[in-house]
């Protein structure tokens, strides 16, 4: 997951700056607007279960965040295994799985890949063929903007390995990757047979896998819609992660609520936000009628 941001207009621009900064614009308001159509769905229905109401979707923050000094020293020092491969979060991260270290320098994806879309760490939800014969993947929109450069942070020899080319109307974005990658269903812990159809009844568990936080699983807590609630534990650099439930792709992750906090060590517990997922049906049938990169999408 990572945070929103909308940077301050800098006087004295060329015209090509304008231009980006339009374009920065533009995609702050499609981001703003897709947060909202998220908070009003999930704090709804997390209002109407009795948990929270009121709170706002907290997507996900800065790869660059910094670990927090001291405490960062102290909660490592519990014995909380590494590595940790999110500033500031005491997880085992998911390491490269040796298929990704057999072939490389090429980069193998598949779902729960970590990635940087431009300066941002987030999760790959899934790739696959689109109807055009394109290699795609798919992530949360709200990771980078159109022309983003996407890198493998499990294969970072292999450099850019494609670049964000769509948005939709929901909260995920497609990736053109390049020719020359190899595709799975099958990534470290991640093993898909099919995608979609209904995410799991309440109180039924699902589970996500991203890089700050690894595996989690949790109960369903509700279902409005096109996004689904689940009490997964999940944090800055897990958005886009794959949700699954026997070895069906269901959903991807977007986000949590503030105020309560996001998982950040093992030593919280239960105690940390709820997860918001949209599903991967309602993002599947926005992507055909669309057209274009990701329509007609396939697994590998």
């Known amino acids: 997951m990572r945070a929103l941001w909308l940077e301050g207009i800098e006087p004295h621009l060329s015209h090509k700056e304008h231009a980006m900064q339009r374009t920065t614009r533009t995609h702050a308001r499609h981001h703003r607007t897709l947060r909202g159509r998220i908070l009003r769905g999930a704090a709804g229905l997390l209002?109407?279960?009795?948990?929270?109401?009121?709170?706002?979707?907290?997507?996900?923050?800065?790869?660059?965040?910094?670990?927090?000094?001291?405490?960062?020293?102290?909660?490592?020092?519990?014995?909380?295994?590494?590595?940790?491969?999110?500033?500031g979060h005491y997880f085992t991260s998911p390491t490269a799985p040796a298929a990704q270290q057999r072939i490389k320098p090429r980069a193998l994806l598949g779902p729960s890949t970590p990635i940087m879309v431009g300066d941002s760490i987030c999760t790959l939800s899934v790739t696959g063929i689109d109807a055009a014969g394109n290699k795609v993947g798919i992530t949360a929109a709200h990771c980078g903007v159109p022309g983003s450069p996407v890198r493998s942070l499990d294969a970072p020899e292999a450099?850019?390995?494609?670049?964000?080319?769509?948005?939709?109307?929901?909260?995920?974005?497609?990736?053109?990757?390049?020719?020359?990658?190899?595709?799975?269903?099958n990534y470290g812990r991640v093993?898909?047979?099919?995608?979609?159809?209904?995410?799991?009844?309440?109180?039924?568990?699902?589970?996500?896998?991203?890089?700050?936080?690894?595996?989690?699983?949790?109960?369903?807590?509700?279902?409005?819609?096109?996004?689904?609630?689940?009490?997964?534990?999940?944090?800055?650099?897990?958005?886009?992660?794959?949700?699954?439930?026997?070895?069906?792709?269901?959903?991807?992750?977007?986000?949590?609520?503030?105020p309560l906090p996001s998982c950040t060590t093992p030593l919280?517990?239960?105690?940390?936000?709820?997860?918001?997922?949209?599903?991967?049906?309602?993002?599947?049938?926005?992507?055909?009628?669309?057209?274009?990169?990701?329509?007609?999408?396939?697994?590998?």
């Open 159 to 185: 450099g850019v390995i494609g670049k964000v080319v769509k948005f939709g109307n929901l909260d995920y974005s497609v990736i053109r990757l390049r020719p020359d990658v190899q595709l799975t269903r």
């Open 47 to 87: 209002a109407s279960l009795g948990i929270a109401a009121g709170l706002g979707v907290g997507t996900a923050g800065q790869a660059a965040a910094n670990p927090m000094g001291s405490l960062d020293a102290a909660l490592t020092a519990t014995g909380q295994p590494g590595p940790h491969r999110v500033p």
């Open 268 to 300: 919280q517990g239960p105690l940390h936000s709820p997860a918001v997922s949209t599903t991967w049906d309602a993002i599947a049938a926005d992507m055909n009628a669309l057209g274009g990169s990701g329509a007609g999408f396939r697994l590998p």
């Open 191 to 258: 093993a898909l047979n099919r995608s979609g159809g209904p995410a799991p009844a309440v109180p039924n568990a699902a589970c996500k896998t991203g890089v700050a936080t690894g595996t989690k699983c949790g109960p369903v807590l509700g279902h409005l819609g096109q996004t689904f609630v689940s009490h997964i534990c999940a944090s800055l650099g897990d958005s886009g992660a794959p949700v699954y439930a026997g070895g069906r792709l269901v959903g991807i992750l977007n986000g949590g609520f503030q």
